[in-house]
């Protein structure tokens, strides 16, 4: 059970001076928290702190929560739109004869679903024509708006 805190209180806190977790009156509260303390060691007052800098802050639960269960991450989120990416990749150009490519150039014209081949990007296959001078392809690695139907 947690204890309460008060004014004149005792509470563990971070000593800034000290540099260790030290016993500490409250000297003021802010709601239900203790904010300034004064270190009993050697007087010096400073805010509260719960912890050792750098010491991740411990959280009290009961036992009858659920573990918390972690949130998937930006890079996981970014992962999984890599991989289904490359398997819309996969699926639409995989199967294909290599003849089935046209060489990409900025003077060709490309309809949708096409499957091109471009020197740098490799193999792709026209997601859409934008208008009438771009397309956007889907390469392996992430789609990309490109150029065709320009006079030589």
């Not at 020197?119 to 208008?131: I, P, Q």
Request: glycine share 6%.
């Amino acid at each position: 059970m947690a204890k309460v805190l008060r004014v004149a209180g005792e509470v563990d806190s971070w000593c800034t001076r000290c540099r260790l977790m030290l016993n500490h009156r409250i000297v003021s509260m802010k709601g239900a928290k203790a904010h300034q303390v004064e270190c009993l060691t050697c007087r010096e007052s400073h805010l509260f702190r719960a912890h050792p800098p750098g010491e991740k802050p411990r959280i009290e639960r009961e036992s009858t929560a659920a573990p918390r269960v972690p949130r998937s991450t930006v890079a996981t989120r970014a992962e999984q739109v890599r991989i289904g990416r490359e398997q819309n990749w996969e699926r639409a150009t995989g199967g294909h004869a290599s003849t089935e490519f046209k060489p990409y150039s900025v003077s060709a014209v490309f309809q949708e679903a096409d499957l091109l081949r471009h020197k740098k990007f490799g193999d792709g296959v026209v997601l859409r024509v934008v208008d009438t001078q771009k397309i956007e392809v889907l390469f392996r690695d992430e789609a990309r708006m490109l150029a065709h139907s320009l006079p030589d």
